[in-house]
């Protein structure tokens, strides 16, 4: 895995084998996720990657209620919205991603700090097997 590129397609590699990688860097430790070249505060790039243990805090959250149509033949939608959250990770990196079996129709019940875990989502888009990361409660 050293050889590969700090890139998103190799992110995306990486989730379709159920790990969840970012970048650190060697020159100041900052840790990037979903994997980044160039480090932005010390524009470094001697990158390593690391692989995260998946756990993190929710930071913070929306409900949307207006989806992509991917996402309404997934049962999304105005009556069932879903929520988008930041997730910091144990490792210092934050996500933005999907979180799931929260109630989005009880907002006021998703806890910013509550324990989340990540899941792998598989797809198959046509040819293309993608894989979305996804938190849910612990
Ligand atoms: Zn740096």
């Not at 397609?9 to 970048?23: C, R």
């Not at 198959?124 to 990361?133: A, I, R, S, V, Y």
Request: proline share 7%.
């Amino acid at each position: 895995m050293e050889g590969r590129p700090f890139s998103d397609i190799a992110y995306e590699q990486f989730l379709n084998d159920e790990k969840l990688m970012g970048s650190r860097c060697k020159e100041c430790g900052a840790l990037f996720v979903p994997p980044r070249p160039i480090c932005i505060q010390c524009n470094g790039s001697e990158m390593e990657w690391v692989e995260m243990k998946g756990r993190g805090e929710l930071r913070a959250f929306t409900c949307i209620s207006v989806v992509p149509p991917s996402m309404m033949e997934e049962g999304y939608g105005r009556n069932n919205p879903y929520c988008s959250g930041v997730v910091e990770l144990e490792e210092g990196a934050k996500v933005v991603a999907r979180i799931e079996e929260v109630d989005t129709n009880k907002p006021e019940e998703i806890k910013v700090g509550m324990s989340l875990t990540a899941k792998f989502l598989h797809r198959d888009e046509g040819e293309d097997k993608k894989t979305f990361l996804v938190f849910k409660p612990l």
